[in-house]
């Protein structure tokens, strides 16, 4: 039997999951990303272009037919900081800022004002998902979507109870759905607006936690892009600002910590 069938740029797996294709994704953004550096020296462009030419160019790659993996995807915030996916956009933002691999992510992404692609995602579903309920019950995508809707009445994990599932972490307890075929616009503006909160206290949930960035959230308290990353034109200062903002630097107050050196 075939373990692995590539359908539309796709690897799909005998055993149902998309692991080896969410994988296999990231390796071609990397790579697109890695070409793209080698014509173009992000870190000199100003943090909107370099984030257009990440959005345009990188983004599209990683986030190829997540309407269907997404649902599929752990939606833990702390498990996706790990996954391929996201550690591509990790990357990008810590060669924009110019800090080194050991940055922490959540100070890097918060420098940029970027949030997790899981939201991206959250968005490419659920807006899929209403374009399906448009959809007369003849299609093949419909009936695919009904087909999936007995299997979770029957309390058979599916695209639907995964979907089901994932829509009750961000609906509010006065708009949740029992039924995917009721999901509007309205809704989906509802659920981003609620992961954006959610991943807000997350973000500063971990930041209050970790030593590391006792300096920095001293004065980092909104999540957004910060300005001296525009209006620092010197790319090598800029860069030395944020290394010294999320303790990232060679300074001893940093390097002292990884030699057990007590804090005065």
């Given at each position: 039997m075939t373990q692995e069938y590539n359908y539309l740029g796709l690897s799909l797996s005998s055993n149902g999951k998309f692991t080896l294709a969410v994988k296999q994704l990231a390796d071609k953004a990397h790579r697109a990303m890695n070409s793209t550096r080698k014509k173009l020296d992000i870190r000199k462009l100003p943090p909107n272009l370099a984030i257009k030419i990440f959005d345009s160019i990188i983004s599209p790659i990683l986030l190829y037919n997540s309407e269907v993996w997404g649902a599929f995807a752990n939606h833990d915030l702390n498990k996706w900081d790990q996954s391929p996916t996201e550690k591509i956009r990790s990357k990008f933002c810590?060669?924009?800022?110019?800090v080194n691999r050991k940055a922490t992510n959540i100070a890097s992404r918060g420098e940029m004002g970027k949030l997790p692609l899981l939201i991206a995602i959250l968005k490419?579903?659920?807006?899929?998902?209403?374009?399906?309920?448009?959809?007369?019950?003849?299609?093949?995508?419909?009936?695919?979507?009904?087909?999936?809707?007995?299997?979770?009445?029957?309390?058979?994990?599916?695209?639907?109870?995964?979907?089901?599932?994932?829509?009750?972490?961000?609906?509010?307890?006065?708009?949740?759905?029992?039924?995917?075929?009721?999901?509007?616009?309205?809704?989906?503006?509802?659920?981003?607006?609620?992961?954006?909160?959610?991943?807000?206290?997350?973000?500063?949930?971990?930041?209050?936690?970790?030593?590391?960035?006792?300096?920095?959230?001293?004065?980092?308290?909104?999540?957004?892009?910060?300005?001296?990353?525009?209006?620092i034109k010197n790319q090598p200062q800029r860069r030395a600002l944020s290394q010294f903002r999320i303790s990232c630097h060679k300074l001893n107050v940093e390097c002292g910590r990884y030699h057990n050196v007590p804090r005065e």
């Amino acid at each position: 039997m075939t373990q692995e069938y590539n359908y539309l740029g796709l690897s799909l797996s005998s055993n149902g999951k998309f692991t080896l294709a969410v994988k296999q994704l990231a390796d071609k953004a990397h790579r697109a990303m890695n070409s793209t550096r080698k014509k173009l020296d992000i870190r000199k462009l100003p943090p909107n272009l370099a984030i257009k030419i990440f959005d345009s160019i990188i983004s599209p790659i990683l986030l190829y037919n997540s309407e269907v993996w997404g649902a599929f995807a752990n939606h833990d915030l702390n498990k996706w900081d790990q996954s391929p996916t996201e550690k591509i956009r990790s990357k990008f933002c810590k060669i924009y800022l110019g800090v080194n691999r050991k940055a922490t992510n959540i100070a890097s992404r918060g420098e940029m004002g970027k949030l997790p692609l899981l939201i991206a995602i959250l968005k490419r579903l659920i807006k899929y998902i209403v374009h399906i309920n448009t959809l007369p019950d003849y299609t093949i995508v419909k009936q695919a979507l009904l087909l999936s809707k007995d299997l979770f009445l029957d309390n058979k994990p599916s695209f639907y109870s995964n979907v089901m599932h994932l829509i009750k972490n961000y609906a509010s307890s006065t708009n949740e759905l029992n039924d995917l075929e009721l999901t509007t616009n309205s809704h989906l503006h509802q659920y981003l607006d609620n992961a954006k909160v959610k991943y807000n206290n997350f973000w500063k949930h971990k930041l209050n936690n970790c030593s590391k960035l006792d300096f920095y959230k001293k004065f980092k308290t909104d999540y957004k892009l910060e300005k001296y990353l525009a209006n620092i034109k010197n790319q090598p200062q800029r860069r030395a600002l944020s290394q010294f903002r999320i303790s990232c630097h060679k300074l001893n107050v940093e390097c002292g910590r990884y030699h057990n050196v007590p804090r005065e």
